[in-house]
């Protein structure tokens, strides 16, 4: 069997560049702790490219990864393993009638154990590790001591923004993990992105979608007016004998996002008449800015954005008695 590459070797790393967009200090860093002995956990938000950077490092390195799904249920037999009830009462308790784990698998198979999603595992799961991080090895009763084969590494991921259905992660656990921290990339490595997954540069075809699904649709770039042209939300033009609009913040929050901007309303129109009314389906809003809600770092800039009256589920405007304030919403 032919020798694993070094993690950290330089043909491994810029193979890796090659296969995976941006992301360079990352996997050099990763690389480094892993080829160190360290433990790491991947801290970012969903679609950064925490599974694909380990994976492609794992393959270009000839290193096996183990995965384990991180969740409630993942409880210390299902890591650990158990004895079978069965061949307990035909053997006894012996090796013979141990089914091994992915821990114990990862342990004795001189490979990386990934544990997804490391702050939603359960406590009493999490402090089956200790031991593990800390000295190397795993006490079984009945089994015994299995100590870890030289290349044994946990690699975990976790998303820090998401606080439903998680729980802190212990310092125990926290002191003996490597923490690098990955963040969405540019607009040019997004692009890329796009363009290795589908095989397509430049402009995409058109895509049939259906507009119940859509969030909101967003100008990132408006256009310059031509001379002479009618006047854009910031200066809106009415009939003669039409009630006046008024410019009004809302903050409008969709099932993925939170969404505060400027709307043209009548003065005569309520909050409650705003958030029930079914027309038009998309309204338009002016000066927005747009917040995920699955990580509140990511904030987004629109000087125009239409938003789906079927998305919105509820609204809130802004610099009225009682209402909430903008800083109470950068918070929340």
């Not at 095989?199 to 967003?218: K, Y």
């Amino acid at each position: 069997m032919t020798p694993p590459d070094a993690v950290g070797a330089t043909s491994v790393l810029a193979e890796l560049a090659r296969e995976v967009v941006g992301l360079r200090r990352e996997a050099e860093v990763l690389a480094v702790a892993l080829e160190t002995g360290r433990h790491v956990v991947l801290e970012g938000p969903p679609g950064s490219g925490k599974s694909t950077l380990l994976r492609g490092l794992s393959r270009l390195s000839a290193r096996r990864v183990l995965f384990v799904e991180g969740n409630a249920e993942l409880t210390p037999a299902r890591l650990v393993g158990g004895f079978d009830p069965a061949l307990v009462l035909e053997a006894g308790y012996s090796a013979d009638t141990f089914l091994e784990g992915p821990l114990i698998e990862a342990l004795r198979g001189d490979g990386w154990l990934y544990v997804e999603e490391l702050n939603r595992v359960p406590e009493e799961t999490l402090n089956v590790l200790v031991t593990v991080l800390a000295e190397g090895e795993l006490h079984v009763p009945r089994l015994g001591r299995i100590p870890a084969a030289p290349g044994f590494r946990l690699v975990a991921a976790m998303n820090p923004f998401d606080a439903i259905g998680t729980a802190r992660v212990s310092q125990a656990i926290a002191d003996r993990l490597c923490r690098i921290a990955i963040g969405y990339q540019g607009e040019d490595a997004e692009r890329r992105i796009v363009e290795q997954v589908t095989g397509r540069s430049g402009e995409l075809p058109e895509l049939m979608v259906d507009q119940d699904e859509v969030s909101f649709i967003a100008q990132t770039h408006p256009p310059t007016p031509e001379e002479g042209a009618a006047g854009g939300f910031d200066e809106p033009t009415f009939d003669a004998g039409v009630d006046a609009r008024q410019a009004r913040e809302f903050v409008m929050f969709t099932p993925a996002h939170t969404v505060t901007g400027k709307v043209f309303i009548f003065g005569q129109t309520n909050l409650a008449t705003f958030v029930d009314s079914t027309s038009p389906r998309f309204v338009p809003v002016i000066d927005a800015t747009t917040r995920s809600l699955a990580d509140r770092k990511v904030v987004s800039h629109y000087a125009f954005l239409l938003i789906n009256r079927t998305q919105m589920i509820a609204a809130a405007e802004l610099g009225g008695p009682g209402d909430i304030a903008d800083e109470d919403l950068s918070a929340t």
